[in-house]
Structures are given as C-alpha cells and as structure tokens.
C-alpha cells in the first residue's frame, strides 16, 4: 500500500510540472535583503522559481511572504533544511509561496544514504511537494573519480533510487568560446536515464560568468536552452540570477544583478531570453521525444539523424557545426525541432515537406507564405520549428 502510494505521489507531483515548463534562477533573490521589490525584478526578468540557501526558519517565511506578494514561488535550500528537514517542512508546508525543497548539490556516490535520509524526513513532513536534487554532469572520465562512480549511467542510475519528480544536472558547455565535447553525450545518457524511469529531467543555462565562461550573449543562452528543449527538457534553470561572491577558484561576475544589487546588462539579455522562451514553451510542454539526432558534426555519444519523418522529404544543413534535430510529439500533434548547433554563426536549412507548409518559429519565418520546399537562415543558437502530417 505504501509503495502505492508513493508511485501516484510520484505521477501527481510529475504530472503537476508537466502543466508548465517553469523557469528557475538559482541564486536568486539574497535571503539578507528579501522584499517583494526584489522578487517581483526577478519576476520581470522571466523567472519562475527562485532558489536560495536559508540559514534560518525566520529567514525562509520571511521570502516566502515576499515572494508570494510578487507572484514569485521558492525552492528552499540551505542551513535551515539540512539540519532540521521534517521540522522546516513541517513548519512552512502549507505556504502558498512553496514549491519545494531541495536536497542538495551534486552529491557523490557516498553521499546518496544522506541524501535518501533527507527526502524520507521531507518527504514524512510533506508530502505534497516535491523533492530537489542537483546532479553533476558528465566533464569525462576524470570526473567519474570525483563521484566515485565506474560510468556516468551508473550515477544517474544510483540518485534515480530516490524517487524524485525529476532528473537535474548542470553543464555549462561553452567554454572558451567553444563546445565541450561531452555535453551532447550527457544529454543523451539523461535522456536514456528519464526514458528508463519515466521521470522529467531538468536542465540548466549558464549566465554568469566565470573562469572560462565567457559573457553570455543571447545566441549563446538559446544554443544552451533550445538543445535542452530539443533533447526533452521539462525545466530552464539559470546558474545564476544574483552574482555569486567570488573566491580563489571561481571569479564569478556580471550576473544578471551584481552582489550590490544592481542590474547589469546581463539581466537585459536574459529578460529577453526568457521572453522569447515563454512563447516556445507551449511546443515542448510535456511533449515527447520520439528521436533526437545531428547533422554534420555527429558529437561523441550520439547519432546521425537518418531517415525522414512522415510528411518530411528532405532536410540538409549548410554552416559549420550543423544542427540538432528533433522530432516531438505532444498530444496528437508532431513537431519538427532544428537548432544551429553554432552560437557564432548563420545555419542555412534546406527542407521539403509533403505538402506546402509555414514554419511555427521564429515568429518571422511564420510570416512568409507557405511552400513545400524552402531554404531558410537560421541565426547562430536559434530553433527551427515545424508541424509535421
């Protein structure tokens, strides 16, 4: 019986996040300087959800007041959580503002009984809403060391045994002005993983810099956002919204508002961004991935795409990285998903269809007349879509 319950908790919670695809900033709105001010600018930037570490239950109420009156909700991490997790869930539970509680950030192999611990004394509190963990990504095998696990499917694997409503991990793959090699790889292994267990995974977008992480521009936060999508991602989380306070390894600066407070034109950028992301996300909403591929370059752990969709006749690509495509189903419709897989430069896509059709995005492109064969421009990061017979 219990285990029953729990399996429809599960489909609820799932079911609950697959009515919108939300927008997360972590390190959102400082706890220090909480005010419904501050949530509603980070709402204006686009954001759903805002996370934070809380050193205190005062400190966590206080946030979720503040943010409720913006129309704002919370994840709660932090002090507070760790210490004292049945207890702060019993305490705030029944807050309009909450949208769940986070168990911590990329936990290794030795950390899951702590982690399994943590959700078992929420989950006792609460069991309403979800659970949030945070996973690493796939950097290459020196990475497996840090984790302590023999492959990256056996970490997704082990952290799946706690029944979340989701599967998160970060990567930031433009680094020094290119792509790491494995972020397509880890893309494919969580989606592997999300189609195993039947649970949504979560991805992120950088946009703070750091180290080897340039200033993001707006074609490299959609080449980030639109590959998640098109792969299956079911949230966008932003690392981050507030700068971090740098130290001796990570130079963190120019988030969207600095440690003072201030905007900063990344804020305008990521506005934008999210903008823009609103009017897409009704195509990917809970939508299925029937096959996910590349053309031109074919990155380490993934495949060609071959053969055509029904109503598709043709599909090339001319430009220098190619592009990821994506064919989507969502109820009874079916999509088309291209993606320049280049933030720097135009991918030209040659495409015929069956019969005379219109794309559904950009919002330009949906403008011109319809025609079964067309070639079209897509700008550097941008996503190409669609309707399929």
């Known amino acids: 019986m219990k285990h029953a319950i729990l399996l429809f908790t599960l489909w609820a919670a799932s079911a609950a996040l697959r009515a919108g695809i939300p927008i997360l900033g972590f390190w959102g ?32 109420v206080r946030a979720l007041d503040c943010a409720q009156a913006a129309g704002m909700k919370l994840l709660v991490a932090g002090d507070q959580l760790v210490l004292y997790p049945r207890e702060t869930a ?27 611990k943590r959700f078992d004394d929420i989950r006792t509190a609460d069991p309403a809403h979800l659970c949030y963990q945070n996973l690493f990504p796939y950097y290459g095998d020196e990475l497996l060391e840090t984790i302590g696990a023999a492959s990256y499917e056996e970490y997704l ?41 039947g649970v949504p995974f979560w991805a992120f977008v950088l946009s703070t810099p750091h180290v080897g992480y340039p200033q993001p521009t707006l074609e490299m936060l959609r080449l980030q956002i639109y590959s998640n999508l098109a792969y299956g991602a079911q949230a966008i989380q932003y690392f981050t919204f507030r700068t971090p306070p740098p130290d001796d390894t990570y130079d963190y600066h120019n988030g969207p508002i600095t440690l003072e407070g201030q905007k900063t034109e990344t804020y305008n950028i990521v ?42 006749r043709r599909l090339k690509v001319v430009g220098t990285r190619g592009a ?7 109820g009874d419709k079916r999509y088309l998903a291209v993606v320049n897989k280049d933030f720097e430069t135009d991918l030209r896509v040659d495409i015929a269809f069956s019969s005379p059709r219109r794309p559904l995005w950009p919002k330009a492109f949906a403008k011109a007349p319809a025609a079964s ?10 996503l190409l879509i669609f309707e399929l017979d």
């Not at 909480?34 to 600018?41: D, G, I, L, W």
């Not at 019993?90 to 399994?116: S, T, W």
């Not at 045994?161 to 397509?184: G, K, V």
């Not at 990821?324 to 969502?330: E, F, Y």
């Open 324 to 330: 990821v495509v994506s064919v989507l189903r969502q």
């Open 29 to 60: 709105v400082d706890p220090e300087n909480a005010t419904k001010a501050r949530y509603a600018e980070m709402r204006r930037a686009g954001f759903d959800i805002s996370m934070d570490g809380y050193k205190s239950l005062e400190q966590i």
């Open 271 to 312: 506005r934008d961004m999210n903008r823009e992301l609103h009017e897409v996300i009704p195509f990917f909403d809970g939508c299925t991935v029937e096959r996910v591929g590349h053309l031109l370059e074919v990155p380490l752990g993934t495949e060609q795409f071959k053969g055509m969709p029904r109503g598709l």
């Open 373 to 382: 064969s067309q070639s079209l421009t897509l700008s550097g990061g941008n």
């Open 157 to 197: 694997r082990k952290f799946s045994e706690i029944p979340l409503p989701q599967i998160s991990f970060d990567f930031y793959p433009i680094w020094d002005y290119d792509i790491r090699p494995t972020w397509y790889y880890t893309l494919e292994a969580v989606r592997r993983e999300s189609l195993r267990t």
């Open 90 to 116: 019993e305490a705030i539970r029944n807050h309009p503002a909450l949208f769940g509680y986070v168990l911590g950030d990329e936990p290794r192999m030795e950390d899951f009984e702590a982690y399994k």
